[in-house]
């Protein structure tokens, strides 16, 4: 089951559930759609898969089962 993610992992910009903005890789690596595609080129800097945009949970299912409240923040050095 997906975590959810509450954050991007390179600006910390908030990424609630509900948010369009949310991009994922394989690996649940989370960034927002900015960093994720004007950034990092649609390739993610952690494990070198590519995005795509994260599902939103339903209200009920969100409920049932919360995103993750665990922030990940690790802005990427883009001098290398």
């Known amino acids: 089951m997906l ?5 991007c992992e390179h600006c910390n910009k908030e990424l609630p ?3 369009t903005e949310a991009m994922i890789c ?3 690596c989370t960034y ?3 960093c994720a595609m004007a ?3 649609n390739v ?3 494990c070198s ?3 795509t945009e994260r599902p939103i949970r339903t209200k009920e299912m969100i409920e ?11 802005p990427k050095d883009l001098e290398k």
């Open 26 to 28: 394989s690996f649940e």
């Open 17 to 19: 559930n509900t948010s």
């Open 64 to 74: 049932k089962y919360p995103a993750s409240a665990e922030r990940i923040f690790k």
């Open 39 to 41: 950034i990092f080129k």
């Open 44 to 46: 993610c800097p952690s």
């Open 32 to 34: 927002c759609k900015t």
């Open 49 to 51: 898969g590519n995005f």
């Open 3 to 7: 975590e959810i993610r509450p954050n």
